[in-house]
C-alpha cells in the first residue's frame, strides 16, 4: 500500500510543478551539430519565372563572400547560400549578363541560443533589353 501512496505522491507533485518559461524550455533544449547558412538566395527570370544561374556575393562590413550552390529544389531552382553561422547586417548583391543588377541593403541576419537565423531570399532578376544595332 505504501508504495501506491509514494506513486500517488509523486504523479500529483508532477502535476503541480512549474511549468518552464519559453526561455527555460529553449535552455534545455540541445544545439544540432548543424552549420547554417546566414544567408540563402534563389533566383529567377523575372518574365518566365524559370530558375537561371547567378552571381550572389554578400557583404557585411569589411566582411565578403560569393555564395557558393548549396542545393537545388525540387522543381529546379538553384539555391546559393553561404556566411555560415555569420550574424549581421548584409548588403547582397545579385548578377548575371543579360540581366539588370540587383543590390539588397540592410539584410539583417541574427543569431538564435545555437545557429544564425538564416534568412532566404528569393530574386526575380529583370532581363535588360538588348539595344538595337543603330545604336551601339
Not at 544561374?53 to 566582411?63: L, P, W
Amino acid at each position: 500500500m505504501l508504495n501506491f501512496v509514494q506513486y500517488l505522491m509523486s504523479l500529483i507533485a508532477a502535476a503541480i510543478a512549474p511549468i518552464p518559461s519559453q526561455p527555460e524550455l529553449q535552455a534545455m533544449t540541445p544545439c544540432t551539430p548543424s552549420i547554417e547558412p546566414a544567408i540563402t538566395v534563389t533566383v529567377s527570370d523575372s518574365r518566365t519565372r524559370k530558375p537561371i544561374e547567378a552571381t550572389v556575393t554578400v557583404r557585411d562590413g569589411s566582411f565578403q563572400e560569393t555564395l557558393e550552390l548549396n542545393g537545388v529544389t525540387a522543381t529546379g531552382q538553384v539555391i546559393y547560400g553561404g556566411a555560415f553561422e555569420r550574424p549581421g547586417q548584409y548588403t547582397v548583391t545579385i548578377s548575371r549578363d543579360g540581366y539588370a543588377t540587383l543590390v539588397m541593403m540592410g539584410v539583417n541576419v541574427t543569431k538564435d541560443q545555437c545557429h544564425v537565423v538564416t534568412r532566404q531570399l528569393t530574386i526575380d532578376l529583370q532581363p535588360i533589353k538588348p539595344r538595337p544595332e543603330s545604336l551601339r
